[in-house]
T-cell receptor, first 112, second 113 residues
Framework: RKEVEQDPGPFNVPEGATVAFNCTYS??????FFWYRQDCRKEPKLLMS???SGNEDGRFTAQLNRASQYISLLIRDSKLSDSATYLC?????????????FGTGTQLKVEL | NAGVTQTPKFQVLKTGQSMTLQCAQD?????MYWYRQDPGMGLRLIYY???????DKGEVPNGYNVSRLNKREFSLRLESAAPSQTSVYFC????????????FGSGTRLTVV
């Protein structure tokens, strides 16, 4: 079983739609959680951290369910510029330091 | 406001050739990382350096070596390139706890023929 699993998509949605991505992780000791955005042929960039109480940043809402080991990202009022791959990322603390494990990403295409 | 700088951006090597990928960060981060990204595989950690003077293997270290030259610089070396090392390589850095995620460089696209 992969440590971090995501539906690869693609999710094709019309502009203005609401879309949700899900992610599951296998290590219950994982400590921190993030969503990254990666545009085609570019580096990943931090979109937002995910907190236990859930958090919102404009049109983006992230949720964490530790009991189910499940993370979600909700995008409201999708824009064409939201088209990208969204990476679910989990941080663990190991003997050698921090370790980030990346999901393979979910591709979003927002269309007119 | 450079962040993480990687060189070169593109490289084509012949099988058996060697090369070093350079990475430098100007954010005073303690920790630095090298990842490779392949289609359908996601980002996989090659090596990391939790702090200056230390380096450790990641998930896929075979065929690579690293040097943490100083706090700013972390290089990745391919001693004898193989076609299986064709990939996009990303360097990243973070403050010690990594609580704010990683900052990535723009990547090096390497093709080994």
């Amino acid at each position: 079983r992969k440590e971090v699993e995501q539906d690869p998509g693609p999710f094709n949605v019309p502009e203005g739609a609401t879309v949700a991505f899900n992610c599951t992780y296998s290590n219950s000791a994982s400590q921190s959680f993030f969503w990254y955005r990666q545009d085609c042929r570019k580096e990943p960039k931090l979109l937002m951290s995910v907190y236990s109480s859930g958090n919102e940043d404009g049109r983006f809402t992230a949720q964490l369910n530790r009991a189910s080991q499940y993370i979600s990202l909700l995008i409201r009022d999708s824009k064409l510029s939201d088209s990208a791959t969204y990476l679910c990322v989990v941080k663990e603390v190991t003997g050698g330091g921090n370790k980030l494990t990346f999901g393979t990403g979910t591709q979003l295409k927002v269309e007119l | 406001n450079a962040g993480v700088t990687q060189t070169p951006k593109f490289q084509v090597l012949k099988t058996g050739q060697s090369m070093t990928l350079q990475c430098a960060q100007d954010m005073n981060h303690n920790s630095m990382y090298w990842y490779r990204q392949d289609p359908g595989m996601g980002l996989r950690l090659i090596y990391y350096s939790a702090s200056e003077g230390t380096t450790d293997k990641g998930e896929v270290p075979n065929g690579y070596n690293v040097s943490r030259l100083n706090k700013r610089e972390f290089s990745l070396r391919l001693e004898s390139a193989a076609p299986s090392q064709t990939s996009v390589y990303f360097c990243a850095s973070s403050e010690q706890g990594g609580n704010y995620g990683y900052t990535f460089g723009s990547g090096t696209r390497l093709t080994v023929v």
